[in-house]
């Protein structure tokens, strides 16, 4: 019995001791980087094999026409060409219409008073932002709601919250290279339509929330603005430096389904308030309109489709070849066809600064805001024939003073 207990003592005591050793070690914890390296041959395997396929595989192609044929000009320098900003991006934003019609208004202060000025196109994108998600409460979620709008959508702006110069609000956060709204649409739009599927319509909150989204993506806008040492709201800013008249300026259509010589409503998505003050003309009118303004020191905002063969970003040019239809069956009914069936569509706006002729034909200096303009020997412009603008351009922004006889038939 003695020899039993003494063993089980010693075993009893080895086994402590061993759980006493145990717990006296301490284990270091390490900052390692994982690594699996057969998953990382896994997805390099894989990548070679997507990689080779894709090349084998011929990419989507498009169609275009021998651009080299076409007797198109060649510089910038061709052109009678009138001043205007240099170009600039949009970014990854659909806000052409503003920057268009922003500096097509910058060229008339030029044109009126000799000011060389530079205004904020993210202000006026800013606000109608709001004015959109306000319209949308207000139809209870049946209106459009998107990035696009139309340049009568800037004098309205102008009219109701002013201007400012672009160094006071550049709608860039810092270190932002370019302006992106692809987040921030995607936020306004999930939020409205929640609004939406929860019957939330209270006004003020909607407001209040979309303003906030603006300010977090944008930055808040400017109340007032400091000009020669004294601060003046963005409205006073418009009234007392900038002194253009938002009312001088008409919008001119050619829809030959509509009388002509009446007010129309432009019937595209962008023109998310079914504004109907657009002159609707006849095409001949139309293209005398253009011509005999831009022959006259004016430049115009203008807007249509950029998504024809015909129109080539590396080419800088936009024509219509003949294998979409011949020049001399470009009329009236050639335009409404390819409205009604969607190849012509309100795609882009521009800004017309300039022109010039090349056997018997104009061809018309475009500045434009979009990235396939950046991609020629003449970054930020194309030059569009007169059979392209005849076809696919459907309107055009004006000053009064530029088209005399037909505001007398407005009137």
Not at 85 to 98: A, E, F, K, V
Not at 342 to 368: A, E, F, P, R, S
């Amino acid at each position: 019995m003695k020899s039993f207990c003494t063993i089980s003592v010693f075993l009893l005591l080895s086994i402590c001791g061993s759980s006493f050793s145990q717990i006296a070690h301490r284990d270091t914890a390490l900052f390692v980087q994982p690594k699996n390296e057969f998953y990382d041959s896994i997805s390099t395997s894989l990548s070679r094999f997507y990689s080779q396929r894709d090349t084998i595989t011929a990419p989507e192609k498009a169609i275009h026409p021998d651009f080299s044929r076409f007797d198109a000009p060649k510089s910038v320098d061709e052109f009678t060409q009138y001043w205007h900003n240099p170009p600039i991006s949009q970014g990854n934003t659909g806000t052409c219409w503003c920057f268009s019609t922003t500096s097509f208004l910058e060229s008339e202060v030029y044109r009126l008073t000799g000011k060389k000025m530079k205004f904020s196109e993210m202000y006026t994108v800013y606000w109608e932002y709001v004015e959109k998600a306000l319209g949308y409460v207000r139809s209870r979620g049946n209106q459009e709601f998107g990035e696009g709008s139309e340049a009568n959508a800037v004098l309205r702006a102008w009219k109701e919250h002013g201007v400012v110069p672009e160094v006071d609000y550049t709608g860039l956060l810092k270190g932002q290279p370019f302006h992106d709204h692809s987040k921030m649409f995607a936020e306004l739009d999930s939020y409205l339509k929640a609004v939406k599927a929860s019957n939330a319509w209270d006004k003020a909150v909607v407001e209040s929330t979309v303003e906030s989204i603006l300010d977090h993506y944008m930055g808040t806008p400017p109340e007032k603005i400091s000009v020669d040492g004294r601060l003046i709201t963005p409205k006073e800013y418009l009234e007392q430096v900038v002194k253009l008249n938002p009312d001088d300026y008409v919008a001119l259509v050619s829809f030959s389904d509509r009388p002509y010589h009446t007010w129309v409503e432009y019937n595209v998505p962008d023109n998310w308030w079914h504004s109907k003050a657009y002159f609707n003309v006849t095409l001949d009118e139309f293209m005398d309109a253009i011509n005999r303004a831009v022959r006259h020191g004016y430049t115009m905002a203008i807007w249509g489709d950029v998504s024809e063969p015909g129109i080539d970003g590396h080419a800088g040019v936009a024509v219509v070849p003949s294998f979409d239809i011949p020049s001399q069956y470009i009329d009236a009914n050639a335009r409404i066809f390819r409205f009604y069936n969607h190849t012509t569509t309100d795609d882009h706006g521009i800004h017309l600064i300039g022109y010039t002729q090349k056997d018997g034909k104009n061809w018309y200096l475009i500045k434009d805001s979009g990235s396939g303009s950046r991609n020629s020997t003449h970054p930020g412009y194309y030059f569009y024939s007169e059979d392209y603008v005849k076809l696919k351009m459907l309107g055009v922004m004006l000053p009064e003073s530029a088209i005399p006889q037909i505001v007398n038939e407005m009137k």
